[in-house]
């Protein structure tokens, strides 16, 4: 009796444990700029004007002529699913993180890459037909998807048929992704505990592109995109502004 209660007592600390660490609050741009004003990334230009991190969500979105250049994923796609399409660097570094999760033992099939304005239109259109307002928290809008960057892709396993589920982070595919998706340049976009910030529920299926550097940074800082771009632009302000050396 006194071992279950113990073995009770322990469960109840876990889930104690976990709901604190979720409502625990998110750094600013602001707090990580005063940590680390100078990561380890590369930005050639204003963080915000690269074409590979820009940042697109509820409140920035996409022109509906916007279409990137597009190469074929010549990847396992989710029976059924057409050939799907990704910018070229995002293809490459799919096409190597598929290649890995194979020689770990783990195998991936895409789901959807690039969505035109138009596509996503209408398929935001079925969602709130059919599941109204709650629908915006799964489907973005057309023009505000980063299916339209051709820099995200769903990916799924065949042991949940391929659904886009959370339970996909349960599955040992999921896991793999978790662990090595920054590897190759993707960062787990939706959170649970972001949603406030994303305007999205949990999405572990869902990958975006943004070059490895970036993503191990994101990953390992572990916050929202937003806040990450926020304190991007702060620490490229922080470059731009450097006094100019005379003797230069
Ligand atoms: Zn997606």
């Known amino acids: 009796?006194?071992?279950?209660?113990?073995?009770?007592?322990?469960?109840?600390?876990?889930?104690?444990?976990?709901?604190?660490?979720?409502?625990?609050?998110?750094?600013?741009?602001?707090?990580?700029?005063?940590?680390?004003?100078?990561?380890?990334?590369?930005?050639?230009?204003?963080?915000?004007?690269?074409?590979?991190?820009?940042?697109?969500?509820?409140?920035?979105?996409?022109?509906?002529?916007?279409?990137?250049?597009?190469?074929?994923?010549?990847?396992?796609?989710?029976?059924?699913?057409?050939?799907?399409q990704m910018r070229p660097e995002a293809a490459e570094a799919l096409a190597r993180l598929f290649a890995a999760a194979e020689a770990d033992g783990v195998k991936l099939g895409v789901v959807s890459g690039y969505r035109s304005y138009g596509t996503q239109k209408a398929i935001h259109a079925r969602k709130v037909a059919q599941r109204g307002r709650s629908a915006e928290l799964t489907s973005a809008p057309a023009g505000k998807s980063e299916h339209q960057l051709g820099l995200a892709v769903d990916v799924s396993c065949a042991s949940i048929n391929y659904r886009l589920n959370a339970i996909f982070a349960n599955t040992p595919e999921g896991?793999?992704?978790?662990?090595?998706?920054?590897?190759?340049?993707?960062?787990?976009?939706?959170?649970?505990?972001?949603?406030?910030i994303t305007g999205y529920k949990v999405e572990p299926w869902h990958i975006r592109?943004?070059?490895?550097?970036?993503?191990?940074?994101?990953?390992?800082l572990n916050v929202p995109y937003e806040i990450y771009m926020d304190y991007l632009k702060l620490c490229w302000d922080a470059r731009a502004h450097l006094p100019i050396r005379k003797d230069a």
Not at 34 to 63: H, I, S, Y
Not at 209 to 220: D, I, K, R, T
């Open 1 to 84: 009796m006194k071992r279950v209660f113990c073995i009770c007592c322990f469960l109840l600390l876990l889930l104690t444990g976990a709901c604190c660490a979720a409502d625990e609050p998110l750094p600013t741009a602001r707090e990580l700029f005063e940590q680390n004003p100078a990561p380890d990334v590369p930005m050639a230009c204003d963080p915000r004007m690269d074409p590979l991190l820009v940042l697109v969500n509820k409140e920035q979105g996409l022109p509906s002529a916007y279409v990137p250049e597009l190469t074929d994923l010549n990847l396992f796609h989710k029976p059924g699913v057409h050939t799907q």
């Open 175 to 196: 896991q793999w992704v978790e662990a090595h998706c920054a590897e190759y340049g993707f960062i787990i976009r939706y959170r649970a505990e972001w949603q406030k």
């Open 209 to 220: 592109y943004v070059g490895p550097e970036h993503a191990n940074l994101v990953m390992s």
